[in-house]
């Protein structure tokens, strides 16, 4: 028994190892990819507007713009995890020849979206726009920026898909390699367009739409030259059953999506209802979350690719270990981050904001935002298990329930209570994730 114990012992240990592996370039990646919208409004804070200086005009434009293709590809994120999930199974079954057709089927139907937003990209464009409704003077640079930088849909969803395959066949390195790619080459395209060529606007549309197609074809390059995958029969991409799965997976993370953005959205109206201060305090607190899903997100892949290959490999065993310890670690990043937010977050929160209001009405919030981390950990680490087994319709499932439990405690909650009962319904709303997701998991993984 003893050393059976020592064996199962070293056996976790070595999981623990792996999960750690694939989570540290996942998390620099995650850090690094927000610097795309950063780079753009920085060098758009330089662009110069005739001899009396600068125009927060552009600024704006540019967060309207970027705001509008970052809600947009929110949607298709199932690119990425469906993909992931399909791909880890394979891999863990030993066959090559599906693991590769999981990476050209993704392709394919992300091509063929992109082409269709393309093609759509006008009536997106007005229709957010009008949506978000900007100020007069914002609405014309930013639609420039949008008819340029809708030509990058292709490559970013192409990257989606990518990016989950590389994640499914456990290399987390190539995408943080090809995120710092992203990076540089949207920061030297963007700098030589507007700092060099006096570009606005187009510029760093065009520098963001340069960056994006470099991303895309470095990581095919990576497919062809490391992995050696040949193209695709014809009669192996049109599957019907392979499609079949294909879509249904994917259409059930979709549904999740949208169940994810109307929490999102709503919760973003309600704040702007309340005033700008209202506003800015909620956004502001929300980036302790952002930045805590960072970290999480990194473990998530991790383990959503080492449970879909014990998955695929019918060692369950091995499944019930992996997702163990990925919950594990997940609290243990919710413990450390909850930890730091109380030493630390009002001077994280201070840097952020030099609004004298700002801050002071953070700090009569904080503390639901210090309690998203313990709350949420749950949700992040399971979703991870789900998406490695493919179980979509459970993740469904238990984000449409936390959807309808947020906007019950919302209607509840909000009229007494005001924003402490908005933060009320959104933490009622990770926790039902969590629960749910863990009550239906538990006879196939635990």
Same mark, same amino acid.
């Given at each position: 028994m003893a050393w059976s114990s020592n064996r199962l012992n070293g056996a976790a240990g070595a999981d623990l190892r792996k999960v750690v592996a694939l989570a540290v370039p996942s998390i620099i990646t995650n850090i690094t990819t927000p610097l795309l919208g950063l780079v753009d409004l920085a060098i758009t804070g330089h662009i110069s507007d005739g001899p009396d200086g600068h125009s927060a005009m552009y600024i704006a434009a540019i967060a309207v713009g970027s705001g509008v293709f970052t809600m947009l590809y929110w949607l298709f994120a199932f690119l990425r995890m469906g993909t992931g999930g399909i791909t880890s199974q394979a891999r863990g079954a030993g066959d090559d020849a599906a693991?590769?057709?999981?990476?050209?089927?993704?392709?394919?139907?992300?091509?063929?979206?992109?082409?269709?937003?393309?093609?759509?990209?006008?009536?997106?464009?007005?229709?957010m726009l009008r949506f978000m409704d900007p100020d007069p003077d914002t609405i014309e640079p930013a639609r420039r920026y949008i008819s340029i930088c809708v030509w990058g849909a292709p490559a970013v969803l192409s990257t989606f898909a990518l990016t989950g395959w590389f994640i499914g066949v456990q290399d987390t390195r190539s995408p943080m390699w090809v995120s710092v790619v992203i990076n540089v080459t949207n920061i030297c395209a963007s700098l030589i367009l507007v700092v060099v060529l006096?570009?606005?606007?187009?510029?760093?549309?065009?520098?963001?739409?340069?960056?994006?197609?470099?991303?895309?074809?470095?990581?095919?390059?990576?497919?062809?030259?490391?992995?050696?995958?040949?193209?695709?029969?014809?009669?192996?991409?049109f599957d019907r059953r392979a499609l079949g799965r294909f879509f249904s997976v994917n259409t059930d993370i979709f549904l999740?999506?949208?169940? =994810?953005? !109307? %929490?999102? &959205?709503?919760?973003?109206?309600?704040? $702007?209802?309340?005033? /700008?201060?209202?506003?800015?305090?909620?956004?502001?607190?929300?980036?302790?979350?952002?930045?805590?899903?960072?970290?999480?997100?990194?473990?998530?892949?991790?383990?959503?690719?080492?449970?879909?290959?014990?998955y695929g490999a019918g060692d369950k065993a091995g499944l019930r270990r992996v997702a163990r310890v990925v919950m594990a670690c997940g609290?243990?990043?919710?413990?450390?981050?909850?930890?730091?937010?109380?030493?630390?977050?009002?001077?994280?929160?201070?840097?952020?904001?030099?609004?004298?209001?700002?801050?002071?009405?953070?700090?009569?919030?904080? =503390?639901? !935002? %210090?309690? &998203?981390?313990?709350?949420?950990?749950? $949700?992040?680490?399971? /979703?991870?298990?789900?998406?490695?087994?493919?179980?979509?319709?459970?993740?469904?499932?238990?984000?449409?329930?936390?959807?309808?439990?947020?906007?019950?405690?919302?209607?509840?909650?909000?009229?007494?209570?005001?924003?402490?009962?908005?933060?009320?319904?959104?933490l009622c709303y990770l926790a039902m994730r969590g629960i749910s997701l863990s009550a239906m998991l538990r006879r196939t993984v635990f």
């Open positions: 693991t590769a057709m999981a990476l050209w089927r993704a392709l394919a139907v992300a091509l063929l979206l992109g082409g269709a937003i393309i093609l759509a990209g006008g009536f997106i464009g007005e229709g006096g570009m606005k606007t187009e510029g760093v549309a065009t520098g963001t739409l340069i960056a994006q197609w470099t991303g895309a074809l470095l990581s095919i390059t990576i497919c062809l030259r490391r992995y050696r995958l040949r193209l695709p029969r014809r009669g192996g991409l999740r999506t949208l169940c =994810m953005v !109307a %929490v999102t &959205v709503w919760f973003t109206r309600v704040g $702007a209802r309340q005033g /700008d201060v209202m506003l800015a305090v909620n956004a502001l607190l929300m980036q302790l979350f952002l930045t805590f899903s960072y970290f999480m997100d990194g473990f998530a892949f991790a383990g959503e690719s080492l449970c879909g290959l014990r609290g243990g990043v919710a413990l450390l981050f909850t930890l730091l937010y109380f030493a630390g977050g009002e001077w994280f929160l201070g840097i952020m904001s030099s609004d004298s209001r700002v801050t002071a009405m953070s700090s009569d919030y904080f =503390m639901w !935002a %210090v309690s &998203v981390p313990l709350v949420g950990f749950t $949700a992040f680490s399971l /979703d991870a298990v789900a998406i490695g087994i493919t179980a979509t319709r459970r993740m469904l499932v238990s984000a449409g329930s936390g959807a309808v439990v947020f906007f019950a405690v919302y209607l509840l909650a909000f009229p007494s209570l005001g924003n402490h009962g908005l933060w009320l319904a959104f």
